[in-house]
């Protein structure tokens, strides 16, 4: 059942998808299954946070941390998920704290693909807490590991951040190589969501170079991308173009980080 809520959720029926989960969730309270209840719950936290009701998917993924009954993968990638909703939220203290328990646990689980996701995370994180230093360091990292372990698609997730790195510290021919780079392994992976951050990332440079067209139809590839996921970041983008276009002024764009999730 709790598979029947996510397909409702990738259909556009938010409301069939929660009472599907509910539904599944009330079954294994039932027969005393916390294992399926857990998991459930962890669906539950996906489903609010690609909708954008990060405060509830945090809480869930709280709960399901305090529920126990997980493997400790599966303990280390719930703490992952719940600093990356924290992180979009805001709440970067709450992110670095939760995704650095993530790292140390798939390290020590020997984890490759994971740790190498994790570094990413954290790189991203720490970009935002504006310590570049430590961003670098920890982008460095995850693109070692991506590469020793062969994961392509923690390669892309960390290229765009690599990207959004690289504006910050203000080497735009670089930050334009990285998510060049990002958008074609994605569009290889038919990975939408990190073709959205691409597009975003190169749009921003567009409209910094004062390339308006070109950097309304990136933005618009990335609202594309995030409706055919059901990502509410595609409504975000959307106030966003419907700003910088009516101020149709070149360089007026803020360079903005890419949030993962």
């Known amino acids: 059942m709790r598979h029947l809520g996510w397909f409702h959720k990738m259909l556009g029926d938010e409301e069939q998808s929660a009472a599907s989960l509910i539904e599944a969730i009330e079954v294994y309270r039932a027969i005393g299954d916390v294992a399926g209840e857990v998991n459930t719950t962890r669906v539950q936290a996906l489903i609010h946070s690609t909708s954008g009701r990060l405060e509830d998917a945090v809480a869930l993924y709280r709960r399901t941390l305090e529920m126990g009954h997980a493997s400790p993968s599966a303990i280390a990638t719930t703490h992952n998920n719940l600093g990356v909703c924290a992180g979009r939220a805001g709440d970067l203290g709450t992110a670095l704290h939760h995704v650095r328990i993530a790292l140390d646990l798939h390290l020590s689980l020997g984890a ?5 996701r994790s570094r990413a995370q954290l790189a991203e994180i720490c970009l935002r807490l504006g310590d570049l230093g430590a961003a670098e360091s920890e982008i460095d990292a995850a693109l070692n590991w991506a590469s020793t372990v062969g994961s392509r698609p923690v390669e892309v997730e960390s290229l765009n951040v690599l990207g959004a790195l690289r504006w910050a510290k203000g080497e735009p021919a670089a930050a334009i190589r990285s998510f060049t780079a990002a958008l074609s392994g994605a569009g290889e992976l038919e990975d939408r969501y990190e073709q959205a951050r691409a597009c975003e990332g190169l749009a921003v440079a567009e409209h910094a170079a004062g390339q308006l067209a070109a950097a309304v139809t990136l933005w618009r ?12 970041d595609a409504d975000r983008v959307r106030d ?22």
């Open 112 to 116: 490759g693909h994971a740790v190498a």
């Open 221 to 232: 590839r990335a609202i594309q991308h995030y409706d055919a996921i059901g990502f509410v």
């Open 240 to 261: 966003h173009l419907a700003d910088v276009t009516a101020e149709d002024e070149p360089g007026c764009l803020a360079p903005v980080t890419v949030q993962s999730g």
